[in-house]
């Protein structure tokens, strides 16, 4: 159910109608180890296991076998020179279980491709680094000089 406001439709005025749901979920790396086939969500608070469940396997078609929830807290933090105290906000997070044939494994978001390419713009920067040391270090008896007039 969404608590969001459309604009009245009128006859002689069609208008695009897109409905937005407050529900989201979000794909998170588990802080501890799991097992292959469970994967951790974090996902909004007014979501209930079966709202999760079914959103999984209508929109996305993941089959789900199990779905377990909690609150975790948010952080508090005391401010240092006035003492009052600040709270993050609570997240639910969602563990949802796979059938035992399916396994589940974290995108890979950085490739050894980009480490290499990673490597080279790091030799090129330092060889640019040393090409600008050996030019200051030619005009470094004539201050004040342009970098364009050289002999």
């Not at 009245?8 to 180890?33: A, C």
């Not at 399916?102 to 980009?114: A, G, I, T």
Request: proline letters at 7%; charged letters at 30%; aromatic letters at 12%.
């Amino acid at each position: 159910m969404s608590t969001r406001w459309y604009p009245i439709y009128q006859r002689g005025n069609p208008q695009l109608r897109v409905f937005l749901p407050n529900f989201w979920l979000k794909l998170i790396r588990s802080e501890h180890e799991q097992p292959p086939n469970v994967v951790q969500f974090a996902c909004s608070m007014e979501m209930t296991k079966y709202d999760i469940k079914n959103y999984l396997q209508k929109i996305y078609n993941v089959p789900v076998v199990d779905v377990r929830t909690r609150i975790a807290l948010g952080k508090t933090k005391r401010d240092q020179v006035m003492g009052y105290v600040t709270k993050y906000e609570d997240t639910k997070l969602a563990y949802v279980t796979l059938p035992k044939d399916v396994k589940f494994e974290f995108p890979n978001l950085f490739p050894e491709e980009s480490k290499k390419q990673l490597e080279d713009d790091k030799k090129s920067l330092d060889e640019a680094k040393k090409n600008h040391k050996k030019y200051l270090e030619k005009n470094k008896h004539r201050p004040g000089t342009p970098g364009w007039f050289s002999i």
